[in-house]
């Protein structure tokens, strides 16, 4: 018997997991509408919006914070998290990326609706009249390359960890951590530099949504990544039970194929 569900199985006569009273739901409810509405009045610049930006923002990740610590303690110190919850949380992990696949088929398929058939709006032509496409063989290259290495060593990290070699996997998290860091670092150089912006026809508003959207789950990723490491290090997996990892890993994953498909389609074939 796995001695973090000991304390669960002296006290309870089933392997699931009742949550207990939370007020993360809720709040992060409210704050999540908030953070929307003041994005949205920064978009028609309204006064004093960046101020309820950034207080939604803090909020927001504190409330995070919060939940993810109560998560922690729920899997490691209490044990809640037998074999039967495990398998519920990989169940949900994996239908909330075919959620992710569908949200992002999507978009894909408003950009093969404009490009394979470009109205009269746009010239008839994909790329749009007097768009300046993107070079794919110079930063989304070597970005592509970077989220592949990135891959290579978080399956590395994985593998550490499944054969108990603690500071393998804590090296493959942390080469993992810094490509993804420099891969944001990189597109937000070339949003910077593009000629041109999300209002330039369908093609910039395709383009900054696939791209934009991929880049927010990136960050996201980097960030689950970043706590697995800090759990990693302070002995919360063990080679048999690292379902908050695995997860990670999956998502990982999951934004690498999404860019192996922005590059192919967007940036090659696309322009």
Same mark, same amino acid.
């Given at each position: 018997?796995?001695?973090?569900?000991?304390?669960?199985? +002296?006290?309870?006569?089933?392997?699931?997991?009742?949550?207990?009273?939370?007020?993360?739901?809720?709040?992060?409810?409210?704050?999540? %509408? +908030?953070?929307?509405?003041?994005?949205?009045?920064?978009?028609?610049?309204?006064?004093?919006?960046?101020?309820?930006?950034?207080?939604?923002?803090?909020?927001?990740?504190?409330?995070?914070? +919060?939940?993810?610590?109560?998560?922690?303690?729920?899997?490691?110190f209490q044990g809640k998290h037998t074999q039967k919850v495990q398998k519920g949380l990989?169940?949900?992990? %994996?239908?909330?990326?075919?959620?992710?696949?569908?949200?992002?088929?999507?978009?894909?398929?408003?950009?093969? =609706?404009?490009?394979?058939?470009?109205?009269?709006?746009?010239?008839?032509?994909?790329?749009?009249?007097?768009?300046?496409?993107?070079?794919?063989?110079?930063?989304?290259?070597?970005?592509?390359?970077?989220?592949?290495?990135?891959?290579?060593s978080l399956t590395w990290s994985h593998r550490s960890i499944v054969n108990n070699d603690?500071?393998?996997?804590?090296?493959?998290?942390?080469?993992?951590?810094?490509?993804?860091?420099?891969?944001?670092?990189?597109?937000?150089?070339?949003?910077? =530099?593009?000629?041109?912006?999300?209002?330039?026809?369908?093609?910039?508003?395709?383009?900054?949504?696939?791209?934009?959207? =991929?880049?927010?789950?990136?960050?996201?990723?980097?960030?689950?990544?970043?706590?697995?490491?800090?759990?990693?290090?302070?002995?919360?997996?063990?080679?048999?039970?690292?379902?908050?990892?695995?997860?990670?890993?999956?998502?990982? =994953?999951?934004?690498?194929?999404?860019?192996?498909?922005?590059?192919?389609?967007?940036?090659?074939?696309?322009?």
């Amino acid at each position: 018997m796995n001695l973090k569900n000991w304390n669960l199985v +002296q006290n309870e006569k089933h392997p699931f997991h009742l949550v207990d009273r939370s007020p993360w739901p809720i709040i992060s409810s409210f704050i999540g %509408l +908030q953070f929307v509405l003041s994005l949205t009045l920064c978009f028609y610049q309204y006064d004093n919006c960046l101020a309820y930006l950034h207080f939604s923002t803090i909020v927001l990740i504190f409330v995070v914070f +919060q939940w993810f610590k109560d998560i922690i303690i729920e899997s490691t110190f209490q044990g809640k998290h037998t074999q039967k919850v495990q398998k519920g949380l990989k169940m949900g992990m %994996l239908l909330f990326i075919v959620s992710e696949v569908m949200f992002f088929f999507s978009f894909f398929w408003a950009f093969f =609706h404009s490009s394979l058939a470009p109205t009269i709006w746009i010239g008839c032509v994909w790329p749009p009249a007097g768009i300046e496409v993107i070079n794919y063989l110079h930063l989304p290259l070597l970005n592509t390359i970077i989220l592949l290495s990135s891959g290579v060593s978080l399956t590395w990290s994985h593998r550490s960890i499944v054969n108990n070699d603690r500071l393998s996997t804590i090296y493959g998290l942390i080469i993992t951590i810094a490509w993804g860091i420099l891969f944001s670092l990189l597109q937000y150089y070339e949003y910077k =530099h593009s000629s041109f912006s999300i209002n330039d026809s369908v093609y910039g508003s395709l383009f900054f949504l696939l791209t934009g959207f =991929h880049g927010f789950h990136v960050l996201m990723g980097t960030v689950l990544l970043i706590v697995s490491f800090f759990r990693q290090y302070y002995y919360h997996f063990l080679n048999n039970q690292h379902i908050g990892f695995e997860a990670s890993i999956w998502y990982w =994953h999951f934004v690498d194929v999404v860019w192996i498909f922005l590059y192919i389609f967007l940036y090659c074939w696309g322009a």
